[in-house]
């Protein structure tokens, strides 16, 4: 019969035999195409055919149509096939136990979810094996509670329903314990998988014949592991002879160079039967007989040839999570502990792989070049037929719009105008710029201009400018109700600004419920704060379940703690003491000494224990302290327990309260005190009162002395002070001589001085002499400087601009002059960002006119406006409006205003810092 390995081999030299044919090209006479375009071309319709809507789904039909009429740029998706594949592979388990590989098959379907991802369904089912070639004695030891640990290996009867052999394996005193695993694992799984295809974008070919992916997804997986080690006749096999030939008498014993010559002693020992249930679990759930059952979790990689359109071949290998030790039937280490990892299987297969689908349908979209569509389109002529002719470019007026946008198509000729033909008045005076001889009236003079545009002679009086925070915009708020604040007081948390702009916090939590504190207990383990901010513990645990113990019954072996009340149990000797254990390195052995305690063979055969632990409990009336300072006489009390007695009552002590005298304890680790008797003198801390004594309640009262009772006022000017008879002292001030200096507390006076008759008074100076006349600019309009859309840097071509207002502030006529430099934005951002902008373009053309064209800075003051006074109001900030410029440029602007008398530099307003930029506009080139 051919067996699992050759069947292998046979179907992979199956399928590479039948490569050469189904590689041949498919055409009529066998005749191959040219090398330069062999499988660059699709048997599908293109994108802009009206065949390609037979392979779009009925849904996507209104998409594609819309692309054929250019209303949509991009093409319905195609419908493309499922891939159906079938696969064989080897099979193996990363576990405790040296695997060898098995067999295992599956079957599986996978559709694409786009040119890159796609998702595969499967199902896997195969069998593998593994075994040791060195003895173990895990099985039976524990680190845990005394008892063997692998029920399936010592006689369990509830393992009898799950084997096919008439009785359980037990090796409990056989070989001195020591077997050889071994395992044969059933796997039987259904996963679900994400497939990424890692080089389907493809820039310089069209199509390809490979593919590489990764995959990672989950699954569920059912296994059931058997072991061989009962013979022909249930009988468990006896290892002795191997352990003694190769690892107690030989000198290579535990060399791997001998691990051929012990794999062929076992295998001319074992049937290879596999009849008994290997350890397994029992509390997990399971939807399948005998079988266990894990949530599993997987990731792969793998290669795939295009054969034909219908056919590829793949790689692939992919390696499984499962959480579950015992896939191999194994998991304890040779000292009783549980094994470090958990188990997990690798599955490294051949696939054949079928494209299934209709006939109006495409290859899987991974087999295809995303940006085929793309390239055909850069492909095409240049010249669509079906696109709408170019409107009516002529321009009547030569005012440079179009006909078809000019909305005043007969503008004079010479006249400048906006984006939509129309003749412009900047300053909105009502003269067109053509014949306005003042193209940009100041503002506050638009509505006083004549017929030629020019505006009258105009100051700003001192009383027009009452408050910089009124004259300009409205006073930001004092504090943001809620803002963050800090309040000074370390003792508060969240400090934030109340609705009187006070700033108060919260004060901070005593403790914290659940974190780590020291009650003072050594007795205690896991201190922490309760509810009540009391730190608490949980009692130490006596013993430790599972260590060493002696329940002094010579009867009994293996004698552990079963329980934290420090209850000592052992197992039963067997009657008929087994042969002597042979010198196994780790094997059980005793030294005879009998202050050690887990002796040991090493591998010199010498049998080593370690040091008995000391005791952990001071003798019982041993002094201590139990952390509680009400107590005395702390001693031990024999189980680590320290514990205290109460004070005897009458005991002398201290409750902690100054009022109180006779303290003395109450017996019950309490102390109390008694209020002095009414009339004892005390001190009531009111250093105005007199005669104070105690009222028999612990509390302390005095009185005011009597009315006219001599005292001190604490007032250097005053004398004869006495009381008043409500704990209050008076005293008078005497007069000063006439003419004395002093002060009468108006600072609008001078010259105060004593009458005579102890009062004081000043004299009220002159007026001061009035101001002299404010200087008034020169009667000439200077012109605008426009800024781009959150730039403050000046464009070049407004350097004449410039130039023009430093020849004005250089003319004789205008040498006493003062000039205010405002800046201003549209509406398209926040206030506070658009107060930093303006400051920001004001400060700009501020620097220029001192560094580039030599103004004393003194005759110059920023100021900024914001969005607060455009020059063409009511403009949208929303999105949909952005892109009508014209108007907002205006509004983007430097002013030149008469400085009024005595103004200084507008601060530089709060918000964002890096409003604005100034990198300049990129100019067009020549």
Known sequence: MLSKKHFFFALIFILLGTFPILAQDEGDGGESTPKTTQGDDYPYPPFRSEEYKEFVKKGKHDQQDKFLDRAYPFPARPKDKWQLGLNVGLLMISGDVKARPGLGFGINVRKSLGYLFSVRLGFMMGSTTGRNWEPTEGWARSSLNGAIPNKALSGAPYYLDYTDASKVPDYRGLNGEAIFYNYKTKIRELTLSGILTLHNLRFHKRQTRCEIYGLAGFGGTAYRAFTNQLDGNDNEYDYSGIIEDHFINSPDRFNYDQRSEVLDAL?????DSYESQAERHFDDFTPFDNYSFKPTAHVGVGFAFKINRLINLALESRVTYTNDDLLDGQRWQEWGALTRDYDTYIYTRGQLNINLGAKNSVEPLWWMNPLDYAYAELGEAPCCDDLPELPDLADEDNDGVPNAWDEEPDSREGCPVDTKGRMLDSDRDGVLDCDDKEPHTRYDAIDKVDEFGIAPEMTIACTQIDDICNCVKPCAPKCTVGGRCDDGDANTIDDHYDEDCNCAGTPKPKCIIGTYCDDGDANTIEDHYDADCNCVGTPKPKCIVGTFCDDGDENTQYDRYINEECECKGEPVLETPPPPPACLPGGRCDDGNPNTINEYYDKDCNCIGGEVPPPKCAPKNTPCDDGDPKTINDVEDGDCNCKGICPPAGTACDDGNEKTINDAADGNCGCEGVCPPAGTACDDGDPKTINDATDGECGCKGICPPEGTACDDKDPNTTNDVADGNCGCKGVVPCAPKGTPCDDGNSRTIGDAQDGNCNCIGTVPPPPPPPPPASTCCDQVLPRILFSLNKYS???????????????????????????????????????????????????????????????????????????????????SSPSQKNIDADHALNRRVEFRCAAPGAVDMPMPPGPADAGSRKPKPQPKP
């Not at 295998?267 to 049937?271: K, M, T, V």
């Not at 023009?804 to 502030?809: D, G």
């Open 267 to 271: 295998s001319n020992l074992w049937d």
């Open 794 to 876: 000046v464009r070049p071509e407004f350097k004449v601009q410039l130039a023009e207002v430093a020849a004005f502030l250089n003319d004789p006529s205008c040498s006493g002059d003062r000039l205010a430099v405002i800046g201003h934005t549209d509406v398209r951002a926040d206030n506070a960002y658009n107060d930093v902008l303006s400051y920001k373009r004001a400060r700009e053309v501020v620097d220029i006119l001192v560094n580039e064209f030599g103004i004393p800075r003194n005759r110059l003051v920023i100021e900024y406006r914001g969005e607060m006074d455009p020059t063409i109001g009511g403009l949208s």
